[in-house]
């Protein structure tokens, strides 16, 4: 193939350095690989949302402030008067952002590693320094490692997700609260995964003029919506606000997020179904010969198999019918790791049953 000169003289060496972002095939597959929800709206919930987007205007823009959808999600989750709110095409879109605000060259982001692969690659692609700073053997964050690099680099950001993606613990909110007072730069606080978790940051953010928290409706069970939101100090999400794309929260996203935050209770039940079903599961997976599982506050679970055998464990079951995420080869740490998401008693049965074949 014809060398291309546009690539080598103008696309940063940084991006050429970057794989794009790759979604396995999951067609015919029990697919339980991208922590999504397995619960779906019976007739009379979907009759009733597809009644609302029959009267859209698809030919006009969308509301740019997307007024409704912020109302809807500050009453749906008692977000603080104190707090302004900004909406993205998902979490990434936000942490892009943020990412855009205040990096660049020599400018450093910080996070404990492993964690969400998309702040380093977000990190990479504004040109910032991305710093990993270590976990323990139980995937906690090393406190006092953490707290020597903000003081070392001065970061621009320090991304703290909680729970962890993909090791499912969640963060002290005392060690936060560590990094919001020793850190100059944004302090984002990911709680992707607020719905399995028995806690949140959320009523401390307004104490931190640099702390944003953000969230997502995807794991709640809207991932094709794409819809995140960030909520902080008013002059700081005023400030980030500058950099969002107009309207880049679509009209259907809207309506259907605004719909759903009507019936916040329906998600709710099925999230505690799905937390209940974690428990069984992580039970179930302690019990197996060769199997170190570790504990979750989302709506997933990270377990080791037996030392040069994740891969082969990976594709064994994928031949089954059964897709999960194997992050062998990811990080040091993720050695012969797989990555299971929670679904319903019957689809966890088949991986279960796929899994106990597979470590034969």
């Known amino acids: 193939m014809t060398e291309n000169r546009v690539i080598k003289r103008w696309i940063h060496s940084h991006i050429q350095s970057l794989q794009a972002y790759s979604v396995a095939k999951a067609q ?22 597809l009644e609302e ?14 007024v409704d959808v912020v109302t809807a999600l500050t009453q749906a989750f008692s977000i603080p ?61 090393d406190q006092d490692a953490l707290l020597r690099a903000v003081a070392e680099h001065d970061p621009c950001c320090v991304f703290l997700a909680s729970p962890n993606n993909p090791t499912g613990n969640p963060c002290d909110p005392e060690l936060i609260e560590k990094i919001a007072n020793a850190c100059s730069g944004i302090v984002v606080v990911d709680e992707a995964y607020d719905a399995f978790s028995e806690s949140s940051f959320m009523d401390r953010v307004g104490a931190h003029q640099n702390v944003v928290l953000m969230r997502t409706l ?4 809207l991932a094709g919506l794409r819809l995140g939101f960030l909520m902080g100090e008013p002059n700081l ?47 179930s997976l302690a019990s197996m010969a060769g199997v170190t599982v570790y504990p979750s506050a989302a709506n997933f679970l990270l377990f080791r198999v037996a030392d040069g055998s994740g891969e ?20 040091p740490q993720l050695a012969d790791c797989l990555r299971v998401t929670v679904s319903t008693p019957e689809e966890n049965q088949l991986f279960l049953d796929a899994l106990q074949v597979a470590l034969q």
């Open 53 to 66: 987007l029959k009267g859209l205007a698809l030919n006009r823009y969308p509301d740019g402030q997307a």
């Open 237 to 283: 999400i005023s400030e980030l606000n500058k950099i969002r794309l107009p309207y880049n929260v679509n009209v259907m996203t809207q309506a259907s997020a605004a719909f759903a935050l009507q019936h916040l209770d329906w998600f709710d039940h099925q999230a505690e179904k799905i937390k209940k079903a974690r428990e069984r599961l992580l039970s």
């Open 312 to 331: 082969a464990v990976f594709s064994n079951l994928k031949q089954q019918g059964v897709l999960i995420k194997s992050l062998h080869g990811t990080h």
């Open 28 to 49: 015919g597959l029990v697919k339980l690989d991208a922590m999504e929800n397995p619960y779906v709206w019976g007739d009379e919930l979907r009759g009733q949302w």
């Open 81 to 141: 008067p104190s707090l302004s709110v900004l909406l993205g095409n998902g979490s990434d879109e936000l942490i892009q952002t943020i990412a855009l605000a205040v990096g660049g060259a020599e400018r450093v982001m910080i996070s404990a590693e492993p964690s969400f692969s998309m702040y380093r690659v977000i990190t990479s692609i504004t040109g910032s320094t991305f710093v990993a700073t270590p976990r323990d053997a139980q995937f906690n964050i």
């Open 218 to 221: 995807s794991k709640l069970g």
